[in-house]
């Protein structure tokens, strides 16, 4: 048997305080590389799904923000690191992707908004839908709108229904479909994010800041040397049958040390399952 004493795990802190992970901000920030280093400490301890997410993964996201220089503050909107299952992944919102268009300087205007009931004037997605403003918001959003304008004249407009929405947000999005995760938190900040990023990627010019946003959002980062993305909440198949195991496993666990050993890799989204059979074992079965 070696005697040799095992390593300490690595915490965020570690890694986000290394020279290695210092020397890759600095060559990115220009501005108080220190305080962006200090700020992903602070955001992944404000929650508890993030502490428990690889540290790689935390960093690979924000150094993905630090490339798009969009600052990572929940508060501003422009991107997050959000967790899913054990790691971090890269989340731009609907401000991001206007400032990036902005810094372009391709576009005169660009904007995002909820619509509402007798806003929409003209409803042929062929010549443009139309809106009327001065009608007062009431109600819930029956849908939302992105609009941009070149400065070489060309103009588009995308609108998309809020079932329209739901359905893509349905289809996209395995945290949306639980019941948890950013879409649950602000759905009308990424409603807007939805029609404005579909509008981008479909008729607008793209910067190469613009294609790595595209490619980067709602992406576990992989800095190697192909820059891979790994797409974990939007993957419906692979992530079904991931949780369907892990249900069989919680279903089959017969002793205590079985529901410890879970415990370890259960995804949160079963974790309250995994509970429960834990609590009926303690229980004598009952």
Partial sequence: MSTELEKPKQTLKDYVFSEETKRKFESLLK???ATFLTSIVQIANS??????????SIINAALTAATLNLPLNNNLGF??????????QFQIGWKGFV???QRSGLFKSIYATPIYEGQI????????YEF??????????????????LLNG???????????????AKKYSQTYKKGFGVWKDNFDAMAKKTVIKLLISQYAPLSINMQTALLADQAIIKQDEEGTFQYLDNEPEKVDKELE??????????????IEALKKHVPDVLLDDLLMKEQKLRNGGK
């Fill in 245 to 258: 195991r892990f249900a069989l496993l919680i279903q089959d666990a017969s002793t205590l040390d079985d």
């Fill in 132 to 149: 009327d403003f001065s009608v007062k918001p009431t109600g819930a959003p029956i849908g939302y709108a992105a609009r941009f304008k």
């Fill in 121 to 128: 004037t003209n409803n042929n997605p062929l010549e443009g």
């Fill in 154 to 168: 060309f103009q588009s407009t995308m609108y998309m229904s809020t079932e329209d929405v739901e359905r893509h």
């Fill in 99 to 101: 400032q990036l268009a």
């Fill in 47 to 56: 929650n508890d799904m993030l502490k428990k997410a690889e540290p790689s």
């Fill in 31 to 33: 501005d108080n590389p």
């Fill in 79 to 88: 991107a997050w690191i959000v967790p899913y299952q054990d790691k971090a």
